[in-house]
C-alpha cells in the first residue's frame, strides 16, 4: 500500500491520518465495514460507517489513479517521448483530470488535421508563426510551398491547424477553459423538431436554459433523459467571448500578422476543438454529481424503508387484492411459513361478497390469526373497506402495506426456489404478508430499484448505484443482527464476513443438524474459516442458546470480558444482564486493555442492558380518510392523512390512500427554510397534509404540511 494513501486520505477528509492508516490497515486485511464500525472503534477513533465508506472510497480512486499514471508513463515512454521534466510531472500529478490533461498530446488519436499538416512539413512554419516575433508570415510561408503543399495559404492554413491543436492541448488553458465552463456555463434545451407531442412529459424543457451549477440533480437527470431519448437537444456553453479573452490573454503575445494568424487559430480551437471537448467533459462531470445526489436520496430512502419498524412474530393473514381475478388470501404463522392460501371475489364483476366474509372469518379462526395485511395496489382500498366492515369475535388489527417490488418478487428465482409449488398469485401475497413481519427480512431478496423509493435510479451509474445500496443493505442487516435459525440465505448473505456461499452453507448445515445452539457451532460449517467467523459472529443471533450473549450484539471476542464482570461480583452473566443493579457496580475504567477501551466497553454495557434489543422503532396502526377513493374526491382545503412514499432532493410523495401520489415541493414542506426534505421528514412517516391544489387532467396533488398540526 502506497504509505502516501492515508496522508491524502487523511487530508481530503478532515481525520487524523492515524485513523485512515488503521481504517485502510483493517480494510486490506478483509474486515468489512460495519464490523470496522462496530467492533474496532480504538483502532479508529469511533469512525462511524460513513466515513470507513468514504475512507475505502477515496482508497479505491487514488489507487485507480496510481493504475492510470502508470499506463500513462508506459504508453509514452514506448513512444520515447518519456523525459525526466515529463515523468516528474505526471508522478506528481494529484487528479485524473491533471494526469489527462499532461497525457493529451501524447495520447494516440486518429488522423486531425493537425496530423496531416504535419506530415507536409509544416511544423516549423506553426512553431514561427506561434513565436509571433516575424512581420511577415506570407513570406516565411513560400519556403513551405512544395508538392504536397500547392500554395502560400494552404501552407499558413496548416500551421493554423497545427496551432490550433497545440491550443486544445495546452494545460493551463484547458484548466481556465475547464473553470469558465463549470462557473459560468448555461444549461439550454430545446424541443427536437417533430417532437413536441411524443415527448409531452418533457415540455418543461422545451425551451429551457439556466445556469448549469445552480441546475439541481433532478432536473439535471431528467434533461440528459430527454436528450437519450431524441426528445431535447442539449447545450452547455460558456459565454464565449469570454472564453476567447481567456486563450488571447495566454496566447497573443504580439501586435502583428503572425498574432493574426495566431488569433485565428484561436478561435477555430475553441469552436472546433476545445469548446466541444470541454462540453462533453462538462456533460460528464455534471451528470457523475447528479448521479452521486440521486444515489445519495436512494441510499438514504432505502435505509429508512429497510429499517420500518417490523410488526414482528404474529400469525398473519394477507391479502393481494384484484377485482376480475379476485384477491389472493394467504395464511402465514409466526415465523412467515406459508399454511394456506385461496381466493375470494369480494368485488366486481363478481360481488360475492358473503361467500368471501364467511372464508376470511373462517380463516381467521383455524388459523389463530392475530394480524390481517392488504397490499395497496388495485382494489387494495376496497379491500380494505370490505375487510374493516366485518365483524370479528376478537381484535384484529389491519395494515395497509407497500406492494412495491412484490411482483418482481414473485417472478423471481429466489420466489421460485421458496415456494417452487405455487404460483405468483401466491407468492406475491406471501411477500405482502412478511414484508408486515419483517420488512427488512423480506426487502432484501428484491432489486432495490423494484422498490420505488428511488430518483431517476435508472438513469445513474447502475455499479456505482449497486455498490452504494449493497452497502446500506450490508449496514442495515448488521445493525439490526440476523437470527441465525430463522433468516433466510438472503438475508444471511448480507450478514458482515458471510456471502452467498457461506449463507447457504450456514442454512444447509441447519437443515441437516438441526438449530444451531450456540455461536461455537458455526465453526463446524463448511468455509467458515476464523476470518469468517470473527467478521460475522457478533451479527449473527442464537436465541436458544445457554450463553445469553449468544443472543447478543457481544463479539465472541470480548466473552471474556463480561465473564470477568460476573466473576468479580460474583454472579452469572445471566444474573448481570437482568439485574440493573448489579450493573451500576461495574467500574468499566477496570476493564480497558491494549485492544479494548472505554468505547467498546460502552457499548458492551448497552448490549448487557437490552441484550439482542431491535433498533427499529414501534409499528403504529394507520388508516386513510375512508371519504378518499379516487382523485375525484380530492378538493384543495382538504387537510388528509397520508404516508410518505418517497423523497426526492425536490420534495416527497405521499400516498393518501389512491393510486395518485401527491407531492409536497420542498417549498411546502416547512415554514422555515430548509436544504433537503430528509432533515424534517423520513420514509413511512405517517402525516396530516393539506391538499394545496388538484389537477385532474395531469393526475397532479400539490400538498403541504405548513401550518398543519401533526399527530
Known amino acids: 500500500m502506497n504509505t502516501d494513501y492515508a496522508q491524502q486520505i487523511a487530508t481530503t477528509l ?64 514506448e513512444q520515447g517521448n518519456l523525459t525526466e521534466s515529463l515523468k516528474k510531472q505526471i508522478e506528481n500529478a494529484k487528479t485524473s483530470q491533471e494526469l489527462e490533461d499532461i497525457y493529451l498530446p501524447y495520447k494516440p488519436k486518429k488522423r486531425t488535421r493537425a496530423n496531416k499538416a504535419k506530415e507536409k512539413g509544416l511544423e516549423p512554419l506553426a512553431t514561427k508563426i506561434w513565436q509571433q516575433n516575424e512581420t511577415n508570415p506570407e513570406k516565411l510561408a513560400e519556403q513551405f510551398v512544395i508538392e504536397e503543399v500547392k500554395n502560400i495559404e494552404e501552407a499558413l492554413h496548416g500551421a493554423r491547424d497545427i496551432i490550433a491543436e497545440w491550443i486544445n492541448e495546452d494545460q493551463k488553458a484547458r484548466g481556465r477553459i475547464r473553470k469558465l465552463f463549470h462557473s459560468q456555463a448555461l444549461l439550454i434545451s430545446k424541443i427536437t423538431k417533430s417532437k413536441e407531442e411524443e415527448g409531452e412529459k418533457y415540455k418543461d424543457y422545451f425551451d429551457w436554459s439556466e445556469l448549469l451549477k445552480k441546475c439541481p440533480s433532478h432536473r439535471y437527470l431528467a434533461i440528459m433523459r430527454g436528450e437519450t431519448e431524441g426528445i431535447l437537444k442539449v447545450k452547455i456553453e460558456p459565454n464565449q467571448e469570454e472564453a476567447m479573452e481567456i486563450l488571447q490573454h495566454l496566447f497573443i503575445k504580439a501586435k502583428n500578422k503572425c498574432s493574426e494568424h495566431v488569433y485565428t487559430a484561436i478561435t477555430d480551437s475553441y469552436k472546433r476543438l476545445m469548446a466541444p471537448s470541454m462540453e462533453n467533459e462538462t456533460k460528464t462531470y455534471f451528470k457523475e454529481k447528479a448521479d452521486d445526489d440521486a444515489i445519495k436520496v436512494f441510499a438514504e430512502n432505502l435505509r429508512q424503508l429497510l429499517l420500518a419498524p417490523p410488526l414482528g412474530q404474529k400469525r398473519i393473514l394477507a391479502i393481494d387484492p384484484g377485482y376480475k381475478t379476485g384477491c389472493k388470501v394467504v395464511c402465514l404463522d409466526e415465523q412467515g411459513n406459508l399454511m394456506h392460501n385461496e381466493n375470494i371475489y369480494p368485488h366486481k364483476p363478481q360481488e360475492e361478497k358473503k361467500q368471501a366474509t364467511k372464508k376470511v372469518v373462517n380463516l381467521l379462526n383455524s388459523h389463530n390469526i392475530d394480524v390481517i395485511a392488504i397490499g395497496n395496489g388495485t382494489a387494495g382500498r376496497e379491500t380494505e373497506e370490505f375487510i374493516r366492515n366485518l365483524k370479528f369475535d376478537r381484535d384484529v388489527s389491519v395494515f395497509i402495506v ?56 435508472h438513469d445513474v451509474d447502475q455499479h456505482k448505484l449497486r455498490s452504494k445500496l449493497d452497502q446500506v443493505i450490508e449496514s442495515c442487516v448488521n445493525l439490526v443482527g440476523v437470527n441465525v435459525n430463522t433468516s433466510s440465505k438472503h438475508l444471511l448473505s448480507y450478514v458482515s464476513g458471510l456471502g452467498p456461499k457461506l449463507a447457504k452453507n450456514l442454512v444447509d448445515y441447519r437443515k441437516e443438524n438441526g438449530a444451531f445452539t450456540s455461536r461455537e457451532q458455526f465453526k463446524k460449517v463448511k468455509l467458515m474459516g476464523d476470518k469468517a467467523f470473527q467478521q460475522s459472529a457478533g451479527f449473527l443471533r442464537v436465541d436458544i442458546s445457554e450463553n445469553p450473549l449468544d443472543n447478543s450484539a457481544v463479539h465472541p471476542e470480548s466473552y471474556y470480558i463480561v465473564e470477568r464482570m460476573a466473576k468479580d461480583l460474583e454472579c452469572t452473566i445471566k444474573m448481570l444482564i437482568e439485574d440493573k443493579e448489579l450493573r451500576k457496580k461495574i467500574n468499566t475504567n477496570n476493564y480497558v486493555t491494549e485492544n479494548v477501551g472505554l468505547s467498546s466497553l460502552k457499548d458492551i454495557m448497552k448490549e448487557l442492558e437490552k441484550p439482542g434489543r431491535d433498533p427499529r422503532k414501534q409499528l403504529k396502526i394507520f388508516e386513510f380518510d375512508p371519504n378518499i377513493k379516487t382523485i375525484d374526491d380530492v378538493n384543495p382545503g382538504m387537510v388528509v392523512p397520508g404516508i410518505i412514499k418517497n423523497i426526492t432532493n425536490f420534495g416527497a410523495f405521499v400516498d393518501i390512500g389512491i393510486k395518485e401520489n401527491g407531492l409536497i415541493h420542498i417549498s411546502n414542506l416547512a415554514d422555515s427554510y430548509i436544504s433537503s426534505p430528509s432533515d424534517i421528514i423520513s420514509l413511512h412517516q405517517q402525516v396530516r397534509v393539506k391538499v394545496l391544489d388538484v389537477d385532474k387532467t395531469r393526475r397532479r396533488i400539490q400538498l403541504s404540511l405548513k401550518g398543519i398540526e401533526q399527530q
Open 14 to 77: 478532515n481525520l487524523k491520518t492515524w485513523q485512515a492508516a488503521n481504517t485502510l490497515s483493517l480494510l486490506n486485511e478483509g474486515a468489512t465495514i460495519p464490523f470496522i464500525s462496530r467492533y474496532r472503534k480504538e483502532k479508529t477513533g469511533e469512525l462511524d460507517e460513513t466515513y470507513i465508506g468514504n475512507i475505502q472510497a477515496e482508497y479505491t480512486k487514488l489507487t485507480e489513479i496510481d493504475k492510470r499514471r502508470e499506463t500513462i508513463l508506459h504508453t509514452i515512454d
Open 402 to 457: 407497500s406492494e412495491d417490488g412484490a411482483s418482481v418478487y414473485s417472478a423471481s428465482k429466489t420466489a421460485r426456489e421458496e415456494f417452487p409449488d405455487y404460483d405468483v398469485t401466491v407468492r406475491g401475497a406471501v411477500s405482502i404478508g412478511r414484508r408486515l413481519m419483517d420488512p427488512l427480512a423480506e426487502l432484501v431478496k428484491i432489486d432495490p430499484k423494484s422498490i420505488g423509493v428511488g430518483q431517476y435510479q
